[in-house]
Nanobody, 124 residues
Framework: QMQLVESGGGLVQAGESLRLSCAASGSAPIGSYAMAWFRQAPGKEREFVAG????????YYADSVRGRFTISRGNPKNTIYLQMNSLNVDDTAVFYCAAAPPVVTANRDEYKYWGQGTQVTVSS
């Protein structure tokens, strides 16, 4: 089993920044997993935002956030971050941390472990 706990969400104005954190713990082999951020806006499906391999050598972004968001791993590597800059109202969503088998994928069905989510609200 693996537990994922997100933090860092909140209410900001358009153009501002937020940094999300996700800490993984548990008996599952954390060192075998890539991790990712997804988000779900009201009335929409959960979508891939960014993912990072265990080593940090492979990173992928959704087109909608590339250039504005940065995913990274901390030290220890069981923590990941999502630095979100130039936020706009379309970024308003619940952001979820997820963990999967070794390779990063945008397919949410491949992710076995999920956090509870953290709300990000961007006002105009």
């Amino acid at each position: 089993q693996m537990q994922l706990v997100e933090s860092g969400g909140g209410l900001v104005q358009a153009g501002e920044s937020l940094r999300l954190s996700c800490a993984a713990s548990g008996s599952a082999p954390i060192g075998s997993y890539a991790m990712a951020w997804f988000r779900q806006a009201p009335g929409k499906e959960r979508e891939f935002v960014a993912g990072i391999s265990w080593s940090g050598g492979s990173i992928y972004y959704a087109d909608s956030v590339r250039g504005r968001f940065t995913i990274s791993r901390g030290n220890p590597k069981n923590t990941i971050y999502l630095q979100m800059n130039s936020l706009n109202v379309d970024d308003t969503a619940v952001f979820y941390c997820a963990a999967a088998p070794p390779v990063v994928t945008a397919n949410r069905d491949e992710y076995k472990y999920w956090g509870q989510g953290t709300q990000v609200t961007v006002s105009s």
